[in-house]
């Protein structure tokens, strides 16, 4: 039957089935099925990945494959290309192979700015620079976006990055301690909205009141993140499955697809000291027609 290779680092995880979701729904209107590939983040897993994905795409019935948050090395990229069939990643760009990505630097960026407009200077960020194998460099960029928005607005010198491991534990772990202290920040930029709740949860552990005493931004629009009222950056990430299927199939071309992430404002941020606004509903992304 005629199907695509689909490579994740982890199931039973919003952000990866969402993906899967929507490569799911547009591989379906064409008739084709889906083999899921899951392989641990790092080296290993990418290796894994492309052993698969090698043998998948020897296989007439295979139309191509899709990896979603593995960075390949250059003769990786040659294997696979060396079958003749498209291979896109999700995540990052990887040079030889259609990319799919959102401009994680431009996001963290926006959502600091968010937090100064409303008047905070204490802004922490937390979840950058942790030691788990992630395959490209979104965390790392979000820092960057963060660091940059701090410096723009002459607080370089109160920037203040929290790295944890991408787990709820590690996180909570993680703002417990920053929160504890004195000299707490009045607003948290969280690099995904998977930690953030971490974050609101450690703050009701501490009684704090937020946003009044604390507010909270994250990055996804995570299909939890109504339900808290968290403030956040949202990316329609069915829609990246979908377009991933779709470049597989040829009915689109680019090597390079950037994602916008637009503010959804909540309850979740305010000026320092504020009562919670009432909720409200930004935009929806957009895929951005920027290929090139």
């Known amino acids: 039957m005629p199907h695509i290779r689909v490579a994740v680092p982890f199931q039973d995880n919003w952000y990866f089935d969402a993906v899967l979701d929507g490569v799911r729904r547009r591989a379906a209107r064409d008739g084709l099925a889906v083999e899921v590939q899951v392989e641990a983040p790092g080296r290993a897993g990418r290796s894994a990945v492309v052993d698969g994905f090698d043998a998948a795409l020897g296989d007439p019935d295979c139309a191509g494959a899709v990896a979603v948050h593995f960075e390949f090395e250059p003769d990786q ?38 937090l100064l407009d409303l008047g905070h200077r204490a802004i922490a960020h937390l979840g ?7 395959d490209f460099s979104m965390r790392t960029d979000r820092v960057r976006g963060y660091s940059e928005a701090m410096r723009d607005a002459g607080l370089e010198a109160g920037s203040h990055v929290v790295p944890c491991e991408f787990t709820h534990d590690a996180a909570h772990r993680a703002a417990t301690a920053l929160l504890s202290d004195p000299d707490r920040p009045t607003a948290v930029f969280v690099v995904a909205d998977e930690l953030a709740f971490a974050v609101l949860d450690a703050a009701d552990d501490l009684g704090l009141g937020v946003p009044g005493d604390l507010s909270v931004i994250g990055i996804d629009d995570h299909v939890g993140a ?45 000026p320092p000291g504020a009562a919670a606004p009432p909720a409200r509903r930004g935009g929806l992304l957009g895929l951005l027609s920027r290929r090139r």
């Open 77 to 114: 990229v040659a294997r696979l290309r060396a079958h003749g069939r498209t291979v896109v990643v999700i995540g990052g760009a990887c040079d030889g192979l259609p990319s799919i990505l959102p401009d994680d630097a431009a996001g963290a960026a926006a959502a600091t700015r968010h």
């Open 128 to 134: 950058g620079y942790a030691t788990s194998p992630d």
């Open 226 to 270: 109504a339900a808290r009222g968290l403030t956040t950056f949202r990316q329609d990430v069915p829609a990246i499955g979908e377009a991933a299927v779709e470049r597989v199939l040829g009915i689109t071309e680019f090597e390079r697809l950037e994602t916008e992430l637009t503010l959804v404002p909540r309850s979740t941020t305010a």
